[in-house]
């Protein structure tokens, strides 16, 4: 990808569980972004989090960002159904209002 | 509110043809638009960002005559497919800015294109 890479690309687990994605990207960010896709959709936007931050959350979600390691994770709590998905990281690159897109993972949560 | 349209939602044509995909801001007007390509199962790829009025900026790799974009208004913006041909089969999704909030971009939903 133009900036990072996530793991895994692919998760399955089971409604009720939680699920954990992680991104890590390469150079130096004021802040990184999560969406969400659905087969052939658009992206929702999901959580911005800042550089200055390491944590934060957006109900059932929780983000965290290490700038030291150069990565972040998002958590999703108590899964659903609803929540199978590709889920993206995005960060700025320190290019005005350019956003670079992680390789994504495909959440698939079984009822 | 920030809401962004794209028109075709999904197109066919035959090798050799060009393909005009619209971006639209309904509610807001859009300083900035971006055009992003997404192979199957892949990552997003910025293509190029294009302000009003001026001229795109293209990152590295995309090919200027291959991919036209115009930015005519503040709530249009057009990415042309020139002589179109299978290996540009992907989707293209276009996202666009008010510039007034850093790194907020609203994302249309996306243009499937098949060349035949």
């Known amino acids: 990808s133009q900036q990072g890479e996530e793991d895994p690309q692919a998760l399955s687990i089971q409604e009720g569980e939680n699920a954990t994605m992680n991104c890590s990207y390469k150079t130096s960010i004021n802040n990184l972004q999560w969406y969400r896709q659905n087969s052939g959709r658009g992206l929702v936007h999901l959580i911005l989090?800042?550089?200055?931050?390491r944590e934060k959350h957006s109900g059932r979600l929780r983000v965290t960002l290490d700038t030291s390691k150069k990565s972040s994770s998002l958590l999703i709590t108590a899964s659903r159904a609803a929540d199978t998905a590709s889920y993206f990281c995005?960060?700025?690159?320190?290019?005005?209002?350019?956003?670079?897109f992680g390789s994504g993972t495909k959440l698939n949560v079984k009822p | 509110g920030a809401v962004v349209s794209q028109h075709p939602s999904r197109v066919i044509c035959k090798s050799g043809t060009s393909v005009k995909i619209e971006c639209r801001s309904l509610?807001?007007?859009?300083?900035?638009m971006f055009w992003y390509r997404q192979f199957p199962k892949k990552s997003l790829m910025l293509m190029a960002t294009s302000n009003e009025g001026s001229k795109a900026t293209y990152e590295q790799g995309v090919e200027k005559d291959k991919f036209l974009i115009n930015h005519a208004s503040l709530t249009l913006s057009t990415l042309t497919v020139t002589s179109a041909h299978p290996e540009d089969s992907s989707f293209y999704i276009c996202?666009?800015?008010?510039?007034?909030?850093?790194?907020?971009?609203?994302f249309g939903p996306g243009t499937r294109l098949t060349v035949l």
């Open positions: 996202s666009a800015s008010t510039g007034r909030v850093y790194n907020e971009q609203f």
């Open positions: 995005a960060t700025d690159g320190h290019n005005f209002n350019k956003f670079y």
């Open positions: 509610d807001f007007q859009a300083t900035t």
């Open positions: 989090i800042r550089s200055n931050e």
